[in-house]
């Protein structure tokens, strides 16, 4: 079983920043690729919103709410993903989801992993 492990959520001020960071640990297959890694935040009275995807190659998508502000990036070697987050705001607040899917040779397979959540607090 892989987990995915994130650090980096907390309080901050409105403005100030933040770093979160989730890796994937566990057994994790030799003829496995993480193809694909991203974050989505879960507010209060809200729906689940996708933040931000990066690929293996390094293609990234945003939602339009963080384009500016937040930056995702990616160590493959860590099998590790990053969101850097500026300039946040009240409405930044959620508990934050990392998400990993891995693809698998041998045997063939796509496997799909979820992080327990970490809390980004945007508040004076």
Known sequence: QVQLVESGGGLVQPGG?????????????????NNYMGWYRLAPGKERE???????GGTTNY????????TISRDN?????YMQMNSLKPEDTAVYYC???????????VMTYWGQGTQVTVSS
Request: hydrophobic share 40%.
């Open 63 to 70: 939602a339009d709410s963080v384009k500016g502000r937040f």
């Open 77 to 81: 070697s860590k099998n590790t993903v």
């Open 17 to 33: 920043s933040l770093r979160l960071s989730c890796a994937a640990s566990g057994s994790i297959s030799s003829t496995s690729t």
């Open 50 to 56: 996708l933040v931000a995807t990066i690929t293996r």
């Open 99 to 109: 998400n990993a899917r891995f693809t698998r040779l041998v045997p063939a397979g």
